[in-house]
């Protein structure tokens, strides 16, 4: 197809006018080409990037299983990412230009790592669960304490039913002691602000990557030693909330930040206090993230091991009271049970860090589905009528 062209022709005034001319289709032309879509490779370009790896997977096994003293599969990823790097460098530069070179290299590491981590954290499940799958088989695992249950006992007898209702109860009490200072600390960061709100987000970014052991020093020395204290399942639940505090007040923070400004201002304008803005405009808003922020703070206290270890001691009984004495949990019933010599002690800990991961991938599934924005429906709406409407096609028929 032509592109339109205009000519300028000249009247017997002498006012030029301009006379455009339609484009006509040239028959004999070959059909337009669809162009792909901006980042997605074409099938030359796909078959190109599985090429060039396939055939570095093959150089590399060649050159560490028989050419080099290298045997093992450690070398031959790391030989095989090497080669595959090169090879994609050399097949994209016999068509392509140096910026395609530079990103399929790119693309080839950022890739690479991403399947690292992904095996990294896959291998690690499924060992887990390879190593306790046996105990999980059993129902009693799940309801029964290990009192008067020996490590030499089958996986019928016993189970962790008092380390799950421990665990339990001092993250009931961590989330009612953390939950209101989180959002309150949030509340104040962002819509209070000022010279002492810098500070108090500073100390809480601080706070975020405070050592465990530190936070349950901290709590044993105050709560245990200085006020008399026992360990207990209190002591350990206000390790926990040492833990979830600035989790808690981080994502908080970042959540009430995106609620639009919009909004507070024309509360504002309709005659509402601030603290009414923020209780009935601004958190309201914000319910989904902050939602997220206490689900991300009780996945990261539910799987702390050293505080819970400082301030409450291991027990083989359903402990109700969290004040009465030593509480179990899941983190130190896999403690005790990992130390142990007995293989059935060991299978019995990996049952339980298996229980453990599902309950951490849950509520992290959990933190996703609530922090992800709903869907504007597409479906449009039907177009209600009124009897008149309805009334006046049957009166023109």
């Known amino acids: 197809m032509s592109a339109p062209s205009t000519t300028a022709t000249t009247t017997l005034s002498g006012a030029p006018t301009a006379t455009t001319h339609l484009p006509q289709r040239d028959?004999?032309?070959?059909?337009?080409?669809a162009r792909p879509g901006l980042g997605r490779p074409t099938a030359e370009e796909r078959f190109t990037v599985v090429g060039a790896w396939v055939s570095a997977l093959a150089l590399a096994w060649l050159i560490t299983q028989r050419l080099l003293p290298l045997g093992g599969a450690a070398w031959l990823l790391v030989t095989w990412f090497a080669l595959g790097l090169v090879v994609s460098a050399v097949t994209t530069s016999m068509t392509g230009r140096r910026v395609d070179v530079v990103d399929r290299v790119v693309s080839g590491v950022v890739t690479s790592g991403a399947l690292l981590v992904g095996a990294a954290l896959v291998s690690a499940v499924v060992f887990v669960v390879y190593r306790g799958w046996e105990p999980l088989l059993h129902l009693n695992f799940f309801t029964?304490?290990?009192?008067?249950?020996?490590?030499?006992?089958?996986?019928?007898?016993?189970?962790?039913?008092?380390?799950i209702v421990g665990s339990a109860i001092q993250l009931g009490i961590a989330i009612a002691v953390t939950l209101p200072l989180g959002i309150g600390t949030a509340v104040f960061m962002t819509e209070v602000g000022g010279r002492f709100a810098a500070v108090v987000r500073t100390i809480v970014e601080a706070m975020t990557a405070l050592p465990s052991i530190v936070a349950g020093l901290f709590v044993y020395t105050v709560l245990i030693v200085a006020l008399g204290f026992p360990r207990s399942g209190f002591a350990a639940a206000m390790a926990l909330s040492v833990m979830m505090l600035p989790i808690i007040a981080r994502a908080a923070d970042v959540v009430l930040r995106v609620?639009?400004?919009g909004l507070r201002e024309a509360s504002l304008a309709l005659g509402a206090s601030r603290w009414r803005t923020v209780w009935h405009v601004v958190l309201p808003t914000a319910r989904p993230g902050l939602a997220t922020a206490l689900i991300l703070g009780v996945a990261r206290g539910v799987g702390e091991t050293s505080p819970v270890l400082l301030t409450s001691g291991v027990a083989s009984f359903l402990v109700t009271d969290p004040t009465d004495g030593v509480m179990n949990s899941l983190p130190l019933f896999i403690f005790k049970g990992a130390r142990s010599p007995e293989p059935m002690d060991i299978e019995r800990a990996f049952a339980a860090a298996t229980a453990l991961l599902v309950l951490v991938l849950v509520l992290f599934v959990?933190?996703?589905?609530?922090?992800?924005?709903?869907?504007?429906?597409?479906?449009p709406r039907p177009r209600r009528t009124t009897r008149a409407q309805r009334v006046a096609p049957e009166e023109s028929s």
């Open 27 to 33: 028959l004999d032309a070959p059909p337009p080409v």
């Open 144 to 163: 029964d304490d290990m009192a008067g249950v020996g490590p030499r006992d089958p996986f019928d007898k016993g189970g962790i039913g008092h380390a």
């Open 259 to 261: 609620v639009p400004g």
């Open 366 to 379: 959990i933190a996703r589905l609530l922090a992800r924005p709903a869907r504007a429906s597409t479906r």
